[in-house]
Structures are given as C-alpha cells and as structure tokens.
C-alpha cells in the first residue's frame, strides 16, 4: 500500500521531470554538450540526495550497496573529455539532511525509481553516432541486467519496514517528495 501511496503523493512531481527529462534525453539530435550538462546535474542531484541521506546513521549501509556517484563520476569523466567543457553547479542550492529514517527511505525510493527508466535510456541513446556506452551511459545502466530484481528487492524492503513502522508512512512520503521537488528544481 505505501508503494501506491508515494505514487499518488508524487505524481505531479513525477510527471514534471518525466516532462523535463525527456525533452532533453530523447531528442533526436542530442549533442553531446547537452548531455554533459544533463549528467552534471544527475551528479549534483544525487550528490545533494546522498549527502543528505547519509546524514540518517541507520541508512547509510542500505545507500552505501546502491550509490550511483562513481558511476555518475565515470560518466561526467568520459563527457569532459570528449566535449572540453567543465560544468558549475555553483548556482544550485545544497539539500538538507534527512531529519529521520522515514524521510531518507523515500528520499532513496526516489533515487532508485529512477533506475527503472534506464533501460529505455540506454536503447534509445545508444543510436547517437557519438554515444560510446561503456563510457558515458553508466549511471543509466547502473544494475544492468539486475535493475527488475534490484528494484524488487528495495520495493519489498521498503513495505516491510512501512509494514513495521505505521507511523512512518508520512514520513516515508515526506521524502519522496522532497528528492522530487529537489529534482525538479536541479533539471529547471
């Protein structure tokens, strides 16, 4: 039940970076500028999200198994090298800590949701002439071919501890929308 509930509570939210992602991810003339800017601000977001979750003890070995920073960093290595250019994100705002448990987990919720779409990703940039895979589409092949039973396994963890902690929802909800809007502001 908390799975469709973070659904509704998030779908506007949702929906805008879908809308924002897309008209970047999925243009059929992607330059490779433009998407060194947009792993720049994936790097930022989820450095922000992380940093924020890690604040939260308890979680940390749960985030520690599913980090897509190194894989982020393999990314923005590979588009620094072919385009040139280094990125600022010295206008973009730092998150604060995850006040509790509950917030954290539906920050990471987020965070892993994201994985889901990268397979149709990954298919559809892989038909760029300039796109080399194994380089620069790392973060949206994080999982690979594990991404169904990785998402499984977190989905199923986070009923369970939303199962055993009721009052936590709110809070579990709290968070997701939190990473949203945080994502939504980073990709604006």
């Known amino acids: 039940m908390i799975l469709d509930h973070i659904k509704t509570y998030t779908a506007g939210f949702h929906e805008s970076l879908e809308v924002k992602l897309g008209a970047v991810l999925f243009k059929p003339n992607l330059l490779p500028s433009e998407y060194h800017q947009l792993i720049a601000k994936f790097y930022y977001a989820y450095s922000q999200l992380e940093h924020s979750i890690n604040a939260v003890q308890e979680i940390r070995l749960l985030l520690n ?73 790392n973060f949206f092949n994080s999982y690979g071919d594990q991404r169904g039973v990785m998402w499984k396994k977190f989905t199923n963890y ?25 994502m939504n502001i980073v990709f604006d």
């Open 65 to 137: 198994d599913r980090t897509k920073i190194p894989l982020l960093k393999k990314d923005l290595s590979y588009m620094e090298s072919i385009t040139g250019m280094k990125l600022s994100d010295s206008d973009l705002y730092e998150l604060a800590a995850a006040e509790n448990y509950g917030i954290a987990l539906g920050m990471l919720y987020v965070m892993e949701g994201a994985t889901l779409g990268g397979k149709y990703i990954v298919g559809g940039l892989r038909k760029l002439d300039w796109m080399v895979w194994e380089e620069c589409l």
């Open 158 to 182: 986070v009923m369970q501890y939303a199962e055993d902690n009721p009052r936590e929802h709110q809070q579990i909800l709290k968070g997701a929308r939190v990473a949203f809007g945080y």
